[in-house]
C-alpha cells in the first residue's frame, strides 16, 4: 500500500499527483473524481498568480472534466488529516508547514488535536456524507476498534454460575428449598450450601469476533503506517478469519439478536460497529474505497484551540468576571451578550414591529487585570517583511475586529477598563512567539481605536497546551 504526505491547499500538478500516486492515469483520474465529489479535492486555473497561494478563494474553483496530462490547472487538497482511496493513503499536514515534507511528529500531534476536537460532537463517523452518494468509511471504523479496545477492553458477557458449596456468595433461596437441612434446638444447620459466582464468557461468540475484528483493524492500520502516526500499537488478538464464524448473513443475524437484548450503551454501540463492519466489508486497500479522518474546516479547528488555551471569557457570567467591584448579577447575562443584536423595524397597519438578528461573535475576549484584550483565530499563512506582504487578513478581518473594540466600549468604560489590546493569533511551524508588529487603519484609529497587533505563534505549542488543557497568557 502507498503512504504519502500531501500539503493542505498547495497546488499539485497533475503529473505531480501521478508520481505521489504512483499510478496510471485511469486510477489517478478515479481518485482525482472521487475526491472532487467529497470536496476534498479543488481545481483552480494554472497561472503564475496561483502558483504560490496559501489560501483558496471560491472564485478561483473551475468546474472542469478530468483528462489525462491535463496540464490547464492545478489541483488543491483542501483537506487536513488521513484519506485513504484507491490503495493509497495521502496523510495531509497543515499548510503552515513549509520546511519538513513528511512532519510526522507534528501529524501526530495535529491528529490528536482534531480527535480531541471531533470529541465534543460525540458524533462516530461510520459513514462519509456528500451530495450524491453515501460510503462506509472503514479508516475511522478501524480507529474506533483500536481505541475502545485499549480503554475498554474486549467485548464480554458474563455467566452466572452455580454450585454446591462453591467460593461464590451463597445463593440462600436454592439452600433453603432444596439443600439437606439439620434442625438442632430449633435452628437449622445446612451441612452443604449452593453458591453463585459471576464469571466471563470466555468461549462468546462475541467476544471471539471482536478479537478477529480488532486483530484485522490493526494489520489494516500497520499495513497503511498509520500504527504509529496514531500512537497505537500493533494489537494480534486472533488467528481467527472471519469466514469460520460464518456466512455474513449468519454473523449479522447473531449481531441482531445480541443488540436486541444488550442494554449496556457501550457493549451497544460496538455490536453496532461489529454490524457495521461485517456488513460493509470495506478495506483500506479496496479500489473505489474511500475512507476519511480529519476535518475540511482546520481554520475551526484552530478558532477552538486558541479560545481554549487563551482561557475565552464570552461565555462566563458578568458576574464571575474578575472586574474591580463587580457590580453585575447573573440575571445581566454573559460577556456575550453585552454585544447589542442588529434590530430590523418596520410597520404595518397595527403599528411597529421589531425583529432582532444575529449579531457579532467574536473568536475569544479574555478579561484580566483590568485589561481586555480581544483575540481574532486567523489560520493563515502570513508573510510581512520590507518587501513582500503575504497572506494578510483581508479588510472585513480588519474591521469586525475593530466593530468587536466599539462594541465593548461602553462595557469596557463603565468598568474602567482602560488597556484594550487587539490581536491576530496566526499559526507557524516554528517553536517562538513572535509579534511581528501591527495593523493600523487610519480613518478607524481617529475615534480612539487600538492597533490590531500581529502575533505568530508556534502552532505545536498551541496544540500541546491545549491536548494538555492548560491555559496562557500572550502579552507583548
Same mark, same amino acid.
Given at each position: 500500500? =502507498?503512504?504519502?504526505?500531501?500539503?493542505?491547499?498547495?497546488?499539485?500538478?497533475?503529473?505531480?499527483?501521478? @508520481?505521489?500516486?504512483?499510478?496510471?492515469?485511469?486510477?489517478?483520474?478515479?481518485?482525482?473524481?472521487?475526491?472532487?465529489?467529497?470536496?476534498? $479535492?479543488? !481545481?483552480?486555473?494554472?497561472?503564475?498568480?496561483?502558483?504560490?497561494?496559501?489560501?483558496?478563494?471560491?472564485?478561483? =474553483?473551475?468546474?472542469?472534466?478530468? !483528462?489525462?496530462?491535463?496540464?490547464?490547472?492545478?489541483?488543491?487538497?483542501?483537506?487536513?488529516?488521513?484519506?485513504?482511496?484507491?490503495? =493509497?493513503?495521502?496523510?495531509?499536514?497543515?499548510?503552515?508547514?513549509?520546511?519538513?515534507?513528511?512532519? @510526522?511528529?507534528?501529524?501526530?500531534?495535529?491528529?490528536?488535536?482534531?480527535?480531541?476536537?471531533?470529541?465534543?460532537?460525540? *458524533? =462516530?463517523?461510520?459513514?462519509?456524507?456528500?451530495?450524491?452518494?453515501?460510503?462506509?468509511?472503514?479508516? +475511522?471504523?478501524?480507529?474506533?476498534?483500536?481505541?475502545?479496545?485499549? #480503554?475498554?477492553?474486549?467485548? /464480554?458477557?458474563?455467566?452466572?454460575?452455580?454450585?454446591?458449596?462453591?467460593?461464590?456468595?451463597?445463593?440462600?433461596?436454592?439452600?433453603? /428449598? #432444596?439443600?439437606?437441612?439439620?434442625?438442632?434446638?430449633?435452628?437449622?444447620?445446612?451441612?452443604?450450601?449452593?453458591?453463585?459466582?459471576?464469571?466471563?464468557?470466555?468461549?462468546?461468540?462475541?467476544?471471539?469476533?471482536?478479537?478477529? *475484528?480488532? %486483530?484485522?483493524?490493526?494489520?489494516?492500520?500497520?499495513?497503511?503506517?498509520?500504527?504509529?502516526?496514531?500512537?497505537?500499537?500493533?494489537?494480534?488478538?486472533?488467528?481467527?478469519?472471519?469466514?469460520?464464524?460464518?456466512?455474513?448473513?449468519?454473523? $449479522?443475524?447473531?449481531?441482531?439478536?445480541?443488540?436486541?437484548?444488550?442494554?449496556?450503551?457501550?457493549?451497544?454501540?460496538?455490536?453496532?460497529?461489529?454490524? +457495521?463492519?461485517?456488513?460493509?466489508?470495506? %478495506?483500506?486497500?479496496?479500489?473505489?474505497?474511500?475512507?476519511?479522518?480529519?476535518?475540511?474546516?482546520?481554520?475551526?479547528?484552530?478558532?477552538?484551540?486558541?479560545?481554549?488555551?487563551? /482561557?475565552?471569557?464570552?461565555?462566563?457570567?458578568?458576574?464571575?468576571?474578575?472586574?474591580?467591584?463587580?457590580?453585575?448579577?447573573?440575571?445581566?447575562?454573559?460577556?456575550?451578550?453585552?454585544?447589542?443584536?442588529?434590530?430590523?423595524?418596520?410597520?404595518?397597519?397595527?403599528?411597529?414591529?421589531?425583529?432582532?438578528? +444575529?449579531?457579532?461573535?467574536?473568536?475569544?475576549?479574555?478579561?484580566?487585570?483590568?485589561?481586555?484584550?480581544?483575540?481574532?483565530? @486567523?489560520?493563515?499563512?502570513? #508573510?510581512?517583511?520590507?518587501?513582500?506582504?503575504?497572506?494578510?487578513?483581508?479588510?472585513?478581518?480588519?474591521?469586525?475586529?475593530?466593530?468587536?473594540?466599539?462594541?465593548?466600549?461602553?462595557?469596557?468604560?463603565?468598568?474602567?477598563?482602560?488597556?484594550?489590546?487587539?490581536?491576530?493569533?496566526?499559526?507557524?511551524?516554528?517553536?517562538?512567539?513572535?509579534?511581528?508588529?501591527?495593523?493600523?487603519?487610519?480613518?478607524?484609529?481617529?475615534?480612539? $481605536?487600538?492597533?490590531?497587533?500581529?502575533?505568530?505563534?508556534? +502552532?505545536?505549542?498551541?496544540?500541546?497546551?491545549?491536548?494538555?488543557?492548560?491555559?496562557?497568557? *500572550?502579552?507583548?
Amino acid at each position: 500500500m =502507498i503512504s504519502e504526505y500531501i500539503r493542505e491547499l498547495k497546488r499539485y500538478t497533475y503529473n505531480e499527483l501521478k @508520481k505521489i500516486f504512483k499510478c496510471n492515469n485511469q486510477i489517478l483520474n478515479s481518485s482525482i473524481s472521487k475526491l472532487k465529489e467529497y470536496g476534498i $479535492l479543488k !481545481v483552480v486555473p494554472y497561472t503564475k498568480e496561483q502558483k504560490d497561494l496559501s489560501e483558496l478563494n471560491n472564485e478561483d =474553483i473551475e468546474i472542469a472534466s478530468i !483528462v489525462d496530462n491535463d496540464y490547464n490547472h492545478y489541483f488543491v487538497f483542501d483537506y487536513v488529516g488521513i484519506i485513504s482511496i484507491n490503495g =493509497i493513503v495521502l496523510k495531509i499536514y497543515p499548510k503552515y508547514i513549509k520546511k519538513d515534507n513528511s512532519p @510526522k511528529k507534528q501529524m501526530k500531534q495535529v491528529l490528536k488535536v482534531i480527535d480531541k476536537f471531533n470529541k465534543q460532537e460525540q *458524533i =462516530i463517523k461510520i459513514f462519509n456524507d456528500s451530495d450524491y452518494s453515501t460510503s462506509y468509511n472503514n479508516l +475511522a471504523v478501524c480507529l474506533y476498534f483500536l481505541n475502545d479496545y485499549y #480503554e475498554n477492553g474486549l467485548y /464480554n458477557n458474563e455467566l452466572d454460575i452455580l454450585e454446591e458449596n462453591g467460593s461464590g456468595e451463597i445463593y440462600w433461596d436454592k439452600t433453603i /428449598n #432444596e439443600a439437606f437441612t439439620l434442625i438442632s434446638d430449633g435452628c437449622p444447620y445446612y451441612p452443604s450450601v449452593y453458591t453463585k459466582k459471576r464469571i466471563n464468557d470466555e468461549y462468546s461468540f462475541f467476544k471471539k469476533l471482536h478479537e478477529t *475484528i480488532v %486483530t484485522k483493524c490493526s494489520n489494516e492500520l500497520d499495513e497503511a503506517d498509520l500504527l504509529d502516526l496514531f500512537d497505537i500499537t500493533q494489537t494480534y488478538l486472533s488467528e481467527t478469519e472471519l469466514e469460520e464464524f460464518g456466512d455474513t448473513d449468519y454473523i $449479522l443475524y447473531r449481531l441482531e439478536n445480541e443488540m436486541n437484548i444488550q442494554f449496556n450503551t457501550r457493549k451497544n454501540n460496538l455490536l453496532k460497529m461489529m454490524y +457495521a463492519y461485517i456488513a460493509n466489508k470495506g %478495506t483500506l486497500n479496496e479500489l473505489e474505497h474511500l475512507s476519511m479522518y480529519g476535518t475540511k474546516s482546520f481554520n475551526l479547528v484552530w478558532e477552538k484551540v486558541c479560545a481554549k488555551v487563551l /482561557n475565552n471569557h464570552l461565555d462566563v457570567y458578568l458576574c464571575n468576571l474578575p472586574l474591580n467591584n463587580n457590580p453585575y448579577k447573573k440575571s445581566d447575562g454573559k460577556l456575550i451578550d453585552v454585544i447589542e443584536k442588529p434590530k430590523w423595524v418596520n410597520k404595518d397597519e397595527n403599528g411597529q414591529f421589531i425583529h432582532e438578528t +444575529a449579531t457579532l461573535i467574536p473568536d475569544t475576549i479574555v478579561i484580566s487585570n483590568n485589561k481586555m484584550i480581544i483575540y481574532d483565530a @486567523k489560520y493563515y499563512c502570513f #508573510e510581512h517583511t520590507r518587501q513582500n506582504l503575504k497572506g494578510q487578513p483581508g479588510i472585513e478581518s480588519i474591521t469586525k475586529q475593530y466593530l468587536y473594540q466599539l462594541a465593548y466600549k461602553k462595557f469596557t468604560e463603565d468598568n474602567k477598563i482602560s488597556n484594550i489590546e487587539n490581536y491576530f493569533i496566526i499559526p507557524t511551524e516554528t517553536d517562538t512567539i513572535n509579534y511581528s508588529g501591527f495593523v493600523t487603519f487610519p480613518i478607524l484609529k481617529n475615534i480612539g $481605536l487600538e492597533n490590531i497587533k500581529i502575533c505568530l505563534i508556534s +502552532a505545536k505549542y498551541m496544540f500541546k497546551n491545549y491536548l494538555d488543557n492548560q491555559i496562557i497568557e *500572550i502579552n507583548q
